[in-house]
């Protein structure tokens, strides 16, 4: 079950249902943030025309989120 946070990257002012990063997106963030708890951070699971919203956080903590690389869409 989702939970619902504000993303910084969404244009809608709504709190947008957020999941766990899967398998792939957890070593990305493994790597690029040099952290070993990839695997605890969530990810918008928005959808756009373009795809899926690229934002990853830890949860409940925006401040140290960032966007995907555009491979992830």
């Not at 990810?43 to 899926?52: A, D, L, M, V």
Request: aromatic share 10%; hydrophobic share 25%.
């Amino acid at each position: 079950m989702p939970d619902y946070i504000h993303c910084p990257n969404c244009p809608e002012k709504k709190l947008h249902p957020f999941g766990k990063v899967g398998p792939d997106e957890a070593k990305h963030i493994n790597e690029a943030r040099g952290v070993p708890d990839g695997h605890g951070w969530w990810r918008c699971e928005s959808q756009s025309p373009k795809g899926r919203c690229l934002w990853v956080q830890p949860r409940w903590t925006q401040a140290k989120g960032f966007s995907l690389p555009e491979s992830f869409r």
